[in-house]
């Protein structure tokens, strides 16, 4: 409320909780009010959306960067340690393949 009174409006996204206890994620957007005659302060203006599914969206993605990162960087490890080439199989026995 502090910001929003010195400069007009403040924005915020953060958990709320419900009357019934479960959590939401809302982006909040909270407006200093004025009497359009006077301009003086009269209370607030207060906009909150639910923005749970994007929260968890934008989580959910993520997580899912992180795991090919860190699936791409082991294989960057392996690629140095081991060969990836062509392999020739012989019966149940695999020798990697030679070009001459």
């Keep these: 409320m502090t910001k929003a009174r010195e400069i007009g409006r403040a924005e915020d996204e953060r958990w709320h909780l419900r009357k019934d206890g479960t959590r939401f994620w809302a982006s909040g957007l909270m ?3 004025e009497d359009e005659g006077t301009g003086e302060h009269i209370g607030y203006l207060k906009i909150l959306r639910d923005r749970t599914e994007h929260h968890q969206a934008s989580k959910a ?6 795991r090919l990162r860190a699936a791409l960087e082991a294989a960057a490890r392996a690629r140095s340690v081991g060969t990836f080439g062509p392999t020739r199989w012989s019966g149940t026995k695999r020798s990697t393949a030679c070009s001459a």
């Design 31 to 33: 407006m200093r009010f």
């Design 61 to 66: 993605a993520r997580a899912g960067e992180e």
